[in-house]
């Protein structure tokens, strides 16, 4: 059973700090990494996704690869009361149709 | 382009009672799914399809029923409505194994 983990939080930060979400996969053979932001009401969108072991930037935020321990993190520098929202992390399995869903961390910035 | 597009937005439903959700897609995705997501959690899959005629079972698919005609449309039947089917619905597509999903903007289901 291929499984992505994350905390529910929720993950409180105040405005101007880096927000730092994790998330742990089980199926070694995962080739892709995506990261999206689910506002309340809302349906989910892509904010990042990342392929390759290391970081990639984008604006206020980073995806961070390692397949050897099989994390993948998001960064968001000087967090905004806008990015509060849940961040959903989702694993595309090479041999699956099926892209595996975590359960979402809710970030909440704070003024 | 619309991306993926829900019908309805919202519907109240009376126990018994059946109702399609409508999904369409215009970016010519073979793979689409339907999620179901409760308040407080995450998303779980009731059914997908990898192309025109062929769907398969998610993790939630009892009391659901779903087609694929078109590579466009992606129907979710819910026949014989119960409380326990009251939550939002996702349809989603993409290109291919790798690649991003795409969201449809949701359907809030009440069923009463």
């Known amino acids: 059973q291929k499984e992505v983990e994350q905390n529910s939080g929720p993950l409180s930060v105040p405005e101007g700090a880096i927000a730092s979400l994790n998330c742990t996969y089980s199926d070694r053979g995962s080739q892709s990494f995506f990261w999206y932001r689910q506002y309340s009401g809302k349906s989910p969108e892509l904010i990042m996704f990342i392929y390759s072991n290391g970081d990639k930037e984008d604006g206020r935020f980073t995806a961070q690869l390692n397949k050897a321990s099989q994390y993948v993190s998001l960064l968001i520098r000087d967090s905004q009361p806008s990015d509060s929202a849940t961040y959903l992390c989702?694993?595309?399995?090479?041999?699956?149709?099926?892209?595996?869903f975590g359960r979402g961390t809710s970030l909440i910035v704070h003024p | 382009n619309a991306g993926v597009t829900q019908t309805p937005k919202f519907r109240i439903l009376k126990i018994g009672q059946s109702m399609t959700l409508q999904c369409a897609q215009d970016?010519?995705?073979?793979?689409m799914y339907w999620y179901r997501q409760d308040p407080g959690m995450g998303l779980k899959l009731i059914y997908y399809?990898?192309?025109?005629?062929?769907?398969d079972k998610g993790e939630v698919p009892n009391g659901y029923n779903v087609s694929r005609s078109t590579t466009e449309d992606f129907p979710l039947r819910l026949e014989l409505a119960a409380p326990s089917q009251t939550s939002v619905y996702f349809c989603?597509?993409?290109?291919?194994?790798?690649?991003?999903?795409?969201f449809g903007q949701g359907t809030r289901l009440t069923v009463v």
């Open positions: 989702a694993v595309n399995s090479g041999g699956s149709y099926i892209p595996t």
């Open positions: 970016m010519n995705h073979n793979y």
């Open positions: 989603a597509s993409r290109e291919n194994r790798n690649t991003e999903a795409f």
């Open positions: 399809s990898v192309g025109a005629g062929i769907t």
